[in-house]
């Protein structure tokens, strides 16, 4: 299963449109089961580049998202924001 949930297309519309809007060096996507790389492919469809995308795919719970997005952005220069719903 390839698609994603409707929490998840907006998480990632959202994500394109703060993209677009300047500011950030990288976008960090997490979600098991494949929901991050499918997330990825849509915000790259949408012209974000592959290369500022980075997917935490490892996640099989909430809490291991967390853990894992920090430790994906620990080396990352600068402010962080985090977008959920």
Do not use: H
Request: positive net charge.
């Amino acid at each position: 299963n390839n698609f994603i949930g409707i929490a998840s297309y907006w998480r990632a519309y959202y994500a394109v449109q703060v993209w677009k809007e300047g500011g950030f060096e990288r976008i960090v996507l997490s979600g098991g089961r494949g929901v991050a790389q499918s997330m990825a492919d849509l915000l790259i469809c949408s012209g974000v580049p592959r290369d500022r995308i980075v997917v935490e795919a490892g996640s099989e719970s909430t809490r291991e998202n967390a853990v894992e997005t920090v430790r994906a952005v620990a080396g990352f220069p600068g402010p962080k924001v985090l977008m959920t719903t």
